[in-house]
């Protein structure tokens, strides 16, 4: 047994461990009871787009619409309250389209122009839900062979495990919103799973490198070492990629938002599961460094002439 005292890097890394495993815990319990918020991708139903000349306030907006209309529906705004998005559920009554907002404008006031009235089918959103969990599950398992592949699979379950952090937490945060899940935030979450496998191949493969060389260092310190090896890189590249997303998220508008707080959010949790997990899984489920300067010593003796 180890008794070798923990650094306060060390320390660190245990307690961004426990907080990962609570985040999991937290975003499970959100998708169970709240469950996500399908937006019209998937659900079905009206998705209606104008603008206002001038601007007006959400709570005025949603105001006069509710008393023309007898069923529910979904206001949003952007650009300062002057680009508008209507969704209703599929089978509604009151269906606003175009011609409905002319003969809104008309009462109400309001300098309104129509831009895009679309209507999506219930059966091609239970579709889109089959192709969109598919794809989900194919990327899942080409990882998971990936990691089998090139890593001890010690390594490669601190990998998965990080993986999976990230799509819990992201999807967890949504239910716990309310957000919108649609199309855009299901490719945000594809692309989070390429991102964080990225970063905990990378911290994976310095920390092989570590073991290898070094056989004087517990493996906490051997952890810590490969971790602190590759912070700075880690940190410079999450930075530069939360700053183009920032951009997206604040210039983008509406179509954008819902991708932009995926990718963020993304971004976030998945740099701390590569720092904290990634490598954590490993050395609790028993990695040593011998496992791998055996390795070593074995190719050099078969390159012997």
Not at 163 to 178: C, N, S, Y
Request: with cysteine.
């Amino acid at each position: 047994m180890n008794t070798t005292p923990l650094t306060t890097f060390s320390k660190y890394r245990l307690a961004g461990f426990y907080l990962a495993i609570g985040l999991i815990v937290l975003s499970l319990i959100g998708l169970g009871t709240k469950g996500l918020n399908l937006g019209l991708d998937f659900s079905g139903g009206y998705m209606t787009e104008f603008t206002t000349s001038q601007s007006i306030a959400k709570s005025q907006m949603q105001s006069q619409l509710a008393s023309q209309l007898s069923a529910d529906f979904e206001l949003s705004s952007s650009a300062g309250n002057t680009q508008w998005t209507l969704r209703q559920a599929d089978g509604v009554a009151d269906v606003i389209d175009k011609t409905w907002l002319t003969t809104f404008a008309s009462q109400s006031g309001f300098d309104i122009t129509p831009q895009d009235s679309v209507y999506i089918g219930s059966q091609v959103g239970a579709e889109l839900i089959d192709n969109g969990s598919l794809a989900l599950l194919v990327a899942a398992i080409a990882m998971m062979l990936y990691l089998t592949w090139r890593f001890e699979w010690r390594l490669a379950c601190g990998s998965l495990v990080a993986l999976v952090h990230d799509v819990i937490v992201v999807l967890g945060l949504f239910a716990w919103l309310g957000l919108p899940f649609d199309l855009t935030v299901l490719a945000s979450v594809l692309a989070i799973i390429g991102y964080s496998l990225n970063d905990s191949i990378i911290i994976g493969d310095r920390l092989r490198e570590v073991m290898r060389a070094k056989n004087n260092m517990s493996m906490s310190d051997l952890v810590d070492t490969a971790i602190k090896s590759t912070m700075t890189r880690s940190l410079i590249t999450s930075g530069t990629t939360l700053a183009t997303i920032s951009a997206i998220w604040i210039f983008g508008g509406q179509p954008l938002q819902g991708f932009a707080i995926g990718l963020f959010a993304g971004v976030v949790f998945g740099t701390l599961s590569s720092v904290a997990v990634s490598a954590t899984i490993p050395q609790l489920i028993g990695l040593k460094p011998e496992f791998y300067q055996q390795r070593a010593q074995a190719l050099l003796v078969n390159d012997e002439p």
